[in-house]
């Protein structure tokens, strides 16, 4: 399902009241993309009540394909860890976003954060040579007054025009500035629960696979004859559980092979441990080398081989 896209008809009827609270997504000065796409979601996930416990990984899997990963903060986020990586999401064009706690957990209302809330990582920049700041960006519509900014400081400086759309009055203008606002890293990191990142490569061609068990039965074998150099991602993904939801463990070892598809030398060992409800895992680019390759999918946490499936981008 994820490796093939697919189109969803949707026309311009929508809910409303009143179940708009819960049916209808914010929209902005007449946008009308927000609720095409949320209806075409909603469409493919049986209704738009059950859309309202939709995680925001599931959401960039059904519009994109590709596999998310979360990153959760604590009192010990190593945050020039965290820099480097947001820089390198940032180079590589993923889709980010960041959630608030979920409502009754202890939340200060003067910080202008609303609980249990999804915001859009738009931007990254370090600020007079040592501030490390993140902007974000809300729908900003939610009544009361409230426009789930951020009221701290840093909030206020001013936003990259690439990020305001040039055919718009000076009092819209104003109005999409409002949407955004920038936070330092410190406050990022103990204000939000985590991020999620969406490992979306555009232009990347998609080959599906589902290959035979291995002989030894615990594992899954996937033979590759590369013919030129690349450079490849391989995704694994887990079938639907029947019986729980644990996310297994294990190991990916690729071995160079040759034309018997015997098993050759090592050439990189991965350890395998799924990341989301969505039960999948993705490497990091690999450059591949024209020949042969085997790769075993070994696992240690389940009794028996689940089928897997693979995906492989390039």
Known sequence: MFDTPFLTLVDGHFPGKPFSYFLLSHVFKGEMWPSLIQKAIAKSWLGYDRMRFLKCSTAFRWLTGANCIFYSFNEKTNLDFFWKKMLEFQSSNFLLTAST????????????????????????????????????????IFGGGCDGRWKGKWADLPVPEAFIPKKVSDEEELDFKKRYFWIEISAFCELFQGITVCRYREGWSVLSIDPKKAARG????????????????????HPEPSTDNKRSTGLVNIHHGNPGNEVGKVWRSIPRQETTDER?????????????????????SEKVTPNYRYIIRR
């Open 101 to 140: 706690a979920k409502k009754g957990s202890s939340w200060d209302k003067s910080t202008g954060l609303l609980d249990d809330m999804t915001y859009s990582i738009i931007d990254t920049r370090l600020h007079e040579g040592k501030h490390r700041l993140v902007l974000l960006g809300t729908t900003g």
């Open 280 to 300: 999948a895992v993705e490497t990091e680019p690999m450059e591949f080398e024209p020949g042969a390759y085997l790769l075993i999918n070994s696992v240690t």
């Open 218 to 237: 615990m594992e899954n074998a996937l033979y590759l004859d590369v013919k030129t150099r690349c450079t490849l991602t391989l995704e694994i993904i």
